[in-house]
Each structure stands twice: as structure tokens, then as C-alpha cells.
């Protein structure tokens, strides 16, 4: 009965948004909180689950079983499986061409097998995740140190972690809607050909902050080994600060100051449950003053573009693309309303980030200052029926993978970087962060690797 009951919900999921409910999506589900799960939650879902799953299950529990003896029993179960071999054998041989030419060609389909695939992939998740001991940190980077002049000002670095943005919709990279008209009035130097790591939060999240490329990246490295947070903290001249209006850093932040702001008991920008990303920035001037002497690295892990409630994921006053989906039945929706709402919540990111450029603007005499802004994946929006984002990363769509990206600095951080050298057009991956923020904050360490690091010249 559980097996026909969690089947008919990976059934709703696979139908609706066209998902593959893999290990990666298990393990995203599981990290989700109660907050985005309600956005997940439809009428549909409870008729899927009532009429797949509860009346299916009473009748099964109600069907009553006369077993024989075990002789019986045996003898039965083997004449029914040689008898289904038999079947199977015949229809595949039959039509051995068509069978095989179809398999070759549609290899992703094993995947949407119900209820086959999820339980294989519970058991994936189980073999990744469990550990039959205490996880063993590995340290990485204990050699680290900020190398700069003695009179050279301290530096102010805004990360800023998107959520969901897929880099087609930025008017940054020619989208036709006008979708960050803030930003394009900044000096930024946008990476209009960057990937990222992974489709989901869970994995893109640790993967894009860990020292392992994307190829080498699995879950149990991440958790097992420190990453780029601590070893900026190794150096003991960089404060570090974690505010979250997402889920949580994913493991991230675990051993650096780390605030939630997905309430309004720290939030003071909230309407209607829903917490605003502007809320991280309040508070953060006093943060700054009190690290004295001390370069700064403050990560903003926004909520963005969370779906599939695009549209409450942004203020009234930012509703200027319509009409707009007001559902999170994304199929009820014309792929222009979802679009309008999608690029609605980008609309107001603009202005969020606009709002944290202007708050580093106000150091411009006392600090060097730079605001980097990555999404964690990308977001498929009803093509080809695909909706959300999680697909296995080799079958995934490039609005999952193709993200966007962009850095402000103020004059004084870009000579020092030479930013006028930089190939923002490029092909870059999340896998560049790590040694791009060290070469930011001039460490040196063993673990620095000057190719991955965007903005290294011969002259650094």
C-alpha cells in the first residue's frame, strides 16, 4: 500500500512538471521546507492522491489473501514469472528492430518508470547519503593568507546566490523584455556564457562553493570536505556572514556566522507570508562597521525566482509584465503567463540588486567593493512540457544549466583586477568560484588554482 500511495504522488509530480523523481530530487524534497512545499500543493494533487492512492490502497488492504502452503506458493510464483519471461520474450523478438532501434533512441524513459525508478533512486539516495560512521571533515586550505600592502584598503564582497534565474531572461544577455533595467545603468562586467554545476538547489548550492569541479562533485565529497567559507576563514583577516531568505546554504555555512531570514522575526520586510530578499540588506551597515581592519565576504542566498509561485515571489509594484499566472497549476497557464510572472520576480531582483550596489557605493572612499551575483540553476518554463528544474544533468534542458552571472566593482577594485582584460564571453562553470573569490581577496594557498580563477593575470 505505500508503494501505491508515494506512486501516486511521484505520478502527480512526473505528469504535471514533467520531472524525473531521481536521487537528486529525493534529496532536494527532503531539504525543502514546509514553506516552499505549501507552494507545491494544488486541488490536483489531492484528487491524484486520493484516486491513486487511498481508494487503490483500502481496495488492496481489503482484498482478502488465502496463501497454501509454501510448496504451493513456490511452485506458483516460478510458473508465473517463466510465464511473464515467456511474454516479454516473445513481444521483444517479434519486433526486435523496432525494440531496440526505440530503446537506443529514448534511453531517458527508464527513468519515468512508476513505480520502478523511485525505489531504485531511494536506494541511491541511501547509498550517497548514509554514512556508517561520524562524518570526517576533511580540512583543505589551512595554509591560507591574505597577501596585501599594509596601507591597501579593506574589501567589502556581496555574493549574492540567485535562485531559479536562467540567463535568457536577463535583458543583460539581449532578452527582448526589459527585465533589469537597474542593472543595465551599472558598470558590470556580465559573463553571458556560464553553467552551472548541477539543476538543483541541493546540488548546485555545495557544489558551486566546494574545491571539486563538476565532474568530480557528489554528495558525500561535499559533506566530507571544507570549502571556499572556510578556507577565507583559515586566513583570520576575512569576516564571513551567511543571510538566507531560501531554504538553507545547504551545508555551506555550517562552520560561519549563518542567519535565516525567511521570517519576520528577523525579516522586516515581509506581506503575506512571504519574506523579501531586500529584507537581507537592512542591518548590514552596522555589520560592516563593526569589522574594523578586516575585508568582508557577505553571502545573500535569495528566494528569486522560486517556483512555481512565480508570482509571490515579487511586490505588487513590480507587476509590469502581464497577464500573469496566479497558480502554481503551471499547466492551467499559458506559457506567456508563466513567462510574465517568471520575469516579473527577475524585475525585482533587479532592484534588489540595484539596491545592493548602492549600499556598497557607500564605501567607495573607505574600501574596495564588489558585488558578485550567480544563480544557483537554471528553469525550464513549459518548453517541450518541461516545467521547474532537477532533470539529470546530462538529459537537462540549457535553460536548467545556462545561468546567469555578473560582478560590480567600484573603480578602485578594478584596477586592481584589470577588469578591462576580462573575457566575459567566455565559457565559464560554477566550477570557477572557488578560486575566483581567493584570487578576489588576494589568498594565497596551496589549493589556489590560478586557471579557474575568472579574473587571474600574469600581472596578479
Given at each position: 500500500?505505500?508503494?501505491?500511495?508515494?506512486?501516486?504522488?511521484?505520478?502527480?509530480?512526473?505528469?504535471?512538471?514533467?520531472?524525473?523523481?531521481?536521487?537528486?530530487?529525493?534529496?532536494?524534497?527532503?531539504?525543502?521546507?514546509?514553506?516552499?512545499?505549501?507552494?507545491?500543493?494544488?486541488?490536483?494533487?489531492?484528487?491524484?492522491?486520493?484516486?491513486?492512492?487511498?481508494?487503490?490502497?483500502?481496495?488492496?488492504?481489503?482484498?482478502?489473501?488465502?496463501?497454501?502452503?509454501?510448496?504451493?506458493?513456490?511452485?506458483?510464483?516460478?510458473?508465473?514469472?517463466?510465464?511473464?519471461?515467456?511474454?516479454?520474450?516473445?513481444?521483444?523478438?517479434?519486433?526486435?528492430?523496432?525494440?531496440?532501434?526505440?530503446?537506443?533512441?529514448?534511453?531517458?524513459?527508464?527513468?519515468?518508470?512508476?513505480?520502478?525508478?523511485?525505489?531504485y533512486s531511494i536506494g541511491n539516495?541511501?547509498?550517497?547519503?548514509?554514512?556508517?560512521?561520524?562524518?570526517?571533515?576533511?580540512?583543505?586550505?589551512?595554509?591560507?593568507?591574505?597577501?596585501?600592502?599594509?596601507?591597501?584598503?579593506?574589501?567589502?564582497?556581496?555574493?549574492?546566490?540567485?535562485?531559479?534565474?536562467?540567463?535568457?531572461?536577463?535583458?543583460?544577455?539581449?532578452?527582448?523584455?526589459?527585465?533589469?533595467?537597474?542593472?543595465?545603468?551599472?558598470?558590470?562586467?556580465?559573463?553571458?556564457?556560464?553553467?552551472?554545476?548541477?539543476?538543483?538547489?541541493?546540488?548546485?548550492?555545495?557544489?558551486?562553493?566546494?574545491?571539486?569541479?563538476?565532474?568530480?562533485?557528489?554528495?558525500?565529497?561535499?559533506?566530507?570536505?571544507?570549502?571556499?567559507l572556510d578556507v577565507l576563514n583559515?586566513?583570520?583577516?576575512?569576516?564571513?556572514?551567511?543571510?538566507?531568505?531560501?531554504?538553507?546554504?545547504?551545508?555551506?555555512?555550517?562552520?560561519?556566522?549563518?542567519?535565516?531570514?525567511?521570517?519576520?522575526?528577523?525579516?522586516?520586510?515581509?506581506?503575506?507570508?512571504?519574506?523579501?530578499?531586500?529584507?537581507?540588506?537592512?542591518?548590514?551597515?552596522?555589520?560592516?562597521?563593526?569589522?574594523?581592519?578586516?575585508?568582508?565576504?557577505?553571502?545573500?542566498?535569495?528566494?528569486?525566482?522560486?517556483?512555481?509561485?512565480?508570482?509571490?515571489?515579487?511586490?505588487?509594484?513590480?507587476?509590469?509584465?502581464?497577464?500573469?499566472?496566479?497558480?502554481?497549476?503551471?499547466?492551467?497557464?499559458?506559457?506567456?503567463?508563466?513567462?510574465?510572472?517568471?520575469?516579473?520576480?527577475?524585475?525585482?531582483?533587479d532592484d534588489f540588486l540595484s539596491?545592493?550596489?548602492?549600499?556598497?557605493?557607500?564605501?567607495?572612499?573607505?574600501?574596495?567593493?564588489?558585488?558578485?551575483?550567480?544563480?544557483?540553476?537554471?528553469?525550464?518554463?513549459?518548453?517541450?512540457?518541461?516545467?521547474?528544474?532537477?532533470?539529470?544533468?546530462?538529459?537537462?534542458?540549457?535553460?536548467?544549466?545556462?545561468?546567469?552571472?555578473?560582478?560590480?566593482?567600484?573603480?578602485?577594485?578594478?584596477?586592481?583586477?584589470?577588469?578591462?582584460?576580462?573575457?566575459?564571453?567566455?565559457?565559464?562553470?560554477?566550477?570557477?568560484?572557488?578560486?575566483?573569490?581567493?584570487?578576489?581577496?588576494?589568498?594565497?594557498?596551496?589549493?589556489?588554482?590560478?586557471?579557474?580563477?575568472?579574473?587571474?593575470?600574469?600581472?596578479?
Open positions: 500500500m505505500t508503494i501505491i500511495l508515494v506512486s501516486s504522488m511521484t505520478n502527480y509530480f512526473m505528469n504535471t512538471y514533467h520531472v524525473v523523481i531521481d536521487d537528486d530530487m529525493i534529496r532536494n524534497m527532503l531539504q525543502t521546507d514546509i514553506h516552499e512545499t505549501m507552494d507545491l500543493f494544488s486541488l490536483n494533487q489531492v484528487l491524484y492522491f486520493v484516486f491513486l492512492g487511498l481508494i487503490p490502497s483500502y481496495l488492496v488492504y481489503k482484498t482478502p489473501l488465502k496463501f497454501g502452503s509454501i510448496k504451493i506458493e513456490l511452485f506458483k510464483k516460478i510458473k508465473q514469472i517463466v510465464l511473464l519471461l515467456l511474454i516479454i520474450g516473445l513481444s521483444v523478438f517479434s519486433s526486435f528492430g523496432h525494440y531496440s532501434t526505440f530503446v537506443r533512441e529514448h534511453k531517458p524513459l527508464r527513468f519515468m518508470v512508476n513505480p520502478a525508478y523511485w525505489i539516495y541511501i547509498s550517497a547519503t548514509m554514512n556508517t560512521g561520524e562524518v570526517i571533515i576533511k580540512p583543505i586550505g589551512t595554509d591560507a593568507k591574505v597577501i596585501k600592502s599594509a596601507n591597501a584598503p579593506s574589501k567589502i564582497v556581496i555574493m549574492i546566490v540567485g535562485e531559479a534565474t536562467r540567463a535568457d531572461h536577463f535583458s543583460l544577455n539581449g532578452y527582448a523584455k526589459e527585465t533589469t533595467p537597474k542593472l543595465q545603468k551599472e558598470k558590470l562586467i556580465n559573463f553571458s556564457n556560464i553553467h552551472s554545476c548541477g539543476t538543483s538547489t541541493a546540488v548546485s548550492v555545495p557544489c558551486m562553493f566546494s574545491i571539486y569541479t563538476q565532474s568530480q562533485y557528489n554528495y558525500k565529497k561535499g559533506i566530507q570536505s571544507e570549502n571556499i583559515h586566513t583570520n583577516d576575512i569576516s564571513i556572514l551567511w543571510r538566507d531568505n531560501n531554504s538553507d546554504s545547504k551545508g555551506v555555512a555550517l562552520r560561519v556566522p549563518y542567519i535565516s531570514y525567511k521570517y519576520n522575526n528577523i525579516n522586516t520586510i515581509c506581506e503575506n507570508g512571504e519574506c523579501r530578499d531586500e529584507g537581507m540588506l537592512v542591518g548590514l551597515d552596522s555589520y560592516i562597521e563593526e569589522q574594523k581592519d578586516k575585508d568582508i565576504l557577505i553571502i545573500l542566498h535569495q528566494m528569486g525566482n522560486h517556483g512555481p509561485a512565480y508570482f509571490k515571489r515579487y511586490p505588487k509594484a513590480f507587476e509590469k509584465f502581464t497577464p500573469v499566472c496566479k497558480t502554481n497549476q503551471l499547466e492551467e497557464c499559458t506559457q506567456e503567463e508563466i513567462s510574465n510572472a517568471y520575469d516579473n520576480a527577475i524585475l525585482y531582483t539596491k545592493t550596489i548602492a549600499l556598497l557605493k557607500k564605501y567607495k572612499n573607505t574600501h574596495q567593493t564588489a558585488m558578485f551575483y550567480m544563480s544557483d540553476h537554471g528553469e525550464s518554463l513549459g518548453e517541450n512540457g518541461i516545467y521547474l528544474h532537477g532533470l539529470p544533468y546530462f538529459m537537462a534542458p540549457s535553460a536548467q544549466t545556462h545561468i546567469p552571472a555578473f560582478i560590480w566593482f567600484n573603480e578602485s577594485f578594478k584596477k586592481e583586477v584589470q577588469a578591462q582584460k576580462i573575457k566575459s564571453n567566455a565559457r565559464y562553470t560554477q566550477d570557477n568560484l572557488f578560486h575566483t573569490l581567493l584570487g578576489l581577496f588576494n589568498v594565497q594557498t596551496s589549493v589556489y588554482d590560478p586557471t579557474l580563477d575568472i579574473f587571474y593575470t600574469t600581472g596578479k
